[in-house]
């Protein structure tokens, strides 16, 4: 099986940094597994690298699409596998969410029904927060997989339930799940005191660098906040504040309590669902001995 570095971890966990260290070592390139990174212009609010931070190493499924355009779990095994069967360096995919992981990790198979079936008007008609209430009455385990923000998946998931009766994250343990690469999964972690306050401090240098400015010209380009790319964290937020509802604060706060949250759920997921090795991403001893396994288990 082909080898592949994977590097997890909540927001603000030093990925990035490990990440570039890690290419740097094994003549890597880095696939980014970031449900909005892939989108073009939504660079502040999804902390998309810079060029000049990439120290001249490769990056791939960065600004590939535009935001209006659909990006699923399914659309991103098939990219995420395309981009590690093409590398001529060492594969290392960074950050990401669970199930894309998952998808793109293990045979793990999207059913077409679940690609494909139509949303229940009942569903679109609820509001976001209700939306999420009612997943997390019928398919608690799945809900622990979707952000509260992401109405796409939340409807298809209940519209799933309510036409066959059966829940989508039962359908997903039915699966085998087998690894296809010998994949080492590193995990940065840290205190959760101090990964709270990296939270907030990468929030308040994101509205520093115009983050505001970022989604009004978006808004002004055409792209609304029902876009697929306007759906996560640190850019629905905004939807208030553009509606008049509420004031920039409040976005900011939004933003922090949602990313903390966020982080929350990904610790809980990566440690039930994937062999995951961590280590303190702030200590330089932790990360030097991480280092060195994985500089051996590439070697082997």
């Given at each position: 099986?082909?080898?592949?570095?994977?590097?997890?971890?909540?927001?603000?966990?030093?990925?990035?940094?490990?990440?570039?260290?890690?290419?740097?070592?094994?003549?890597?390139?880095?696939?980014?597994?970031?449900?909005?990174?892939?989108?073009?212009?939504?660079?502040?609010?999804?902390?998309?690298i810079t060029e000049s931070e990439m120290r001249g190493?490769?990056?791939?499924?960065?600004?590939?699409?535009?935001?209006?355009?659909?990006?699923?779990?399914?659309?991103?095994?098939?990219?995420?596998?395309?981009?590690?069967?093409?590398?001529?360096?060492?594969?290392?995919?960074?950050?990401?969410?669970?199930?894309?992981?998952?998808?793109?990790?293990?045979?793990?198979?999207?059913?077409?029904?679940?690609?494909?079936?139509?949303?229940?008007?009942?569903?679109?008609?609820?509001?976001?927060?209700?939306?999420?209430?009612?997943?997390?009455?019928?398919?608690?385990?799945?809900?622990?997989?979707?952000h509260p923000n992401n109405r796409r998946r939340m409807?298809?998931?209940?519209?799933?339930?309510?036409?066959?009766?059966?829940?989508?994250?039962?359908?997903?343990?039915?699966?085998?799940?087998?690894?296809?690469?010998?994949?080492?999964?590193?995990?940065?972690?840290?205190?959760?005191?101090?990964?709270?306050?990296?939270?907030?401090?990468?929030?308040?240098?994101?509205?520093e660098e115009g983050l505001e400015r970022e989604v009004?010209?978006?808004?002004?380009?055409?792209?609304?906040?029902?876009?697929?790319?306007?759906?996560?964290?640190?850019?629905?937020?905004?939807?208030?504040?553009?509606?008049?509802?509420?004031?920039?604060?409040?976005?900011?706060?939004?933003?922090?309590?949602?990313?903390?949250?966020?982080?929350?759920?990904?610790?809980?997921?990566?440690?039930?669902?994937?062999?995951?090795?961590?280590?303190?991403?702030?200590?330089?001893?932790?990360?030097?001995?991480?280092?060195?396994?994985?500089?051996?288990?590439?070697?082997?």
């Amino acid at each position: 099986m082909k080898k592949v570095l994977v590097i997890v971890g909540p927001t603000a966990s030093g990925k990035t940094a490990f990440s570039l260290d890690m290419a740097e070592s094994l003549n890597g390139e880095i696939i980014s597994g970031d449900s909005i990174q892939v989108y073009r212009s939504l660079d502040i609010g999804s902390g998309k690298i810079t060029e000049s931070e990439m120290r001249g190493i490769p990056h791939h499924l960065i600004d590939v699409l535009d935001p209006h355009e659909r990006y699923s779990a399914a659309d991103f095994q098939k990219a995420a596998r395309k981009e590690i069967d093409d590398c001529q360096g060492f594969p290392i995919v960074c950050g990401g969410t669970g199930l894309y992981l998952k998808a793109c990790l293990y045979d793990y198979s999207f059913s077409e029904e679940a690609e494909e079936t139509p949303a229940d008007p009942e569903f679109e008609a609820m509001d976001t927060e209700k939306l999420y209430r009612l997943l997390m009455e019928r398919d608690p385990l799945q809900a622990e997989k979707i952000h509260p923000n992401n109405r796409r998946r939340m409807i298809r998931t209940l519209t799933i339930f309510k036409r066959t009766g059966k829940r989508q994250s039962e359908t997903e343990q039915e699966q085998s799940h087998q690894m296809i690469y010998d994949a080492w999964i590193a995990g940065c972690t840290m205190p959760r005191e101090i990964l709270h306050a990296r939270i907030e401090q990468r929030v308040c240098m994101m509205f520093e660098e115009g983050l505001e400015r970022e989604v009004e010209e978006l808004l002004d380009q055409g792209v609304s906040f029902d876009d697929p790319a306007m759906r996560g964290i640190g850019y629905q937020e905004f939807r208030p504040y553009f509606e008049h509802k509420t004031e920039l604060d409040s976005v900011k706060e939004e933003i922090i309590r949602h990313s903390r949250q966020y982080a929350r759920r990904q610790y809980t997921w990566l440690n039930h669902q994937m062999p995951v090795h961590w280590f303190e991403s702030l200590d330089p001893d932790a990360c030097i001995r991480m280092k060195k396994e994985i500089l051996a288990w590439a070697k082997q």
